[in-house]
């Protein structure tokens, strides 16, 4: 037991460590800011929402209509060829007028889905044909020990492009603090990242992704959206 206490916070250490080789800029961002803080808005903190776990076929799903041949492609997390599907989540759906939880999105059946990974794996962000110009591919709209979102547009906000959430992720210890900088400093800026960036490492053996468009939840099984190519 004494040895067990000792190994999981050198693991957690060892996850949480500076990237090598990695730093990070903050550029000017467009619109409007949120109305609530991020760490309480259920729209940039995917964990003020939650999500459940759901029964569903854990491999890639075939949608019918168009495809955006410039979508973010999820393989780009990580640096290696495969990716085994994990866990199917559920995200809840969220009451504006009462602000407060609500039942879980049910169309598309799967809003958030786990992904087999290395502890302490690092991650990068998925490539897209989209920039928010100056060679940035992503804004950082939220960050904290264990959570990302990243945004395909310079909006400070989910409506337009795409949103990324990633869950159980270490975020790299210097992209953090300039998130939190910027955060203090009422997001006039926000940390933005290249394509391909590394932005921290998997905490555990999952880490946890959802993706959206205009503000709605997708399936991240899609093969036509998300895996193009598979």
């Known amino acids: ?7 999981l916070p050198v693991i957690a250490a060892r996850c949480c460590a500076p990237i090598p ?3 990070y800029a903050a550029v000017s961002v467009t619109g409007a800011h949120p109305d609530l803080s991020a760490e309480v808005h ?10 459940a776990p759901t029964s569903a076929e854990l491999d890639l799903v075939d949608y019918g209509g168009p495809a955006d041949p ?3 492609q999820l393989e780009g997390l990580f640096s290696r060829g495969s990716v085994l599907f994990s866990a199917a989540y559920q995200v809840f759906d969220w009451d504006w007028d009462v602000m407060r939880r609500g039942p879980k ?3 598309p059946p799967v809003t958030a889905l786990g992904l087999d990974v290395r502890r302490g794996e690092t991650l990068h962000v998925p490539a897209s044909r989209y920039a928010i110009g100056d060679g940035w591919e992503v804004l950082v709209l939220y960050a904290s020990q264990e959570r990302i979102t990243l945004k395909y547009t ?21 992209l953090l603090s300039l998130y939190e900088i ?4 009422d997001r006039n800026c926000l940390p933005a990242l290249h394509e391909r960036q590394a932005f921290g490492r998997a905490r555990t053996d999952q880490v946890v992704v959802a993706i959206r468009d205009h503000g709605c939840f997708l399936d991240p099984r899609s093969r036509k959206d998300w895996w ?3």
């Open 154 to 174: 310079r909006e400070d906000s989910v409506v337009y492009g795409y949103t990324l959430h990633v869950e159980n992720v270490c975020i790299e210890p210097r």
């Open 182 to 185: 910027c955060e203090a400093g």
């Open 1 to 7: 037991m004494a040895m067990g206490r000792v190994y």
């Open 21 to 23: 080789g990695e730093s």
């Open 105 to 107: 999105i049910a169309s």
């Open 70 to 72: 410039g979508a973010p």
């Open 228 to 230: 193009q190519g598979h």
């Open 42 to 51: 259920p729209d940039l903190n995917l964990a003020v929402r939650g999500y």
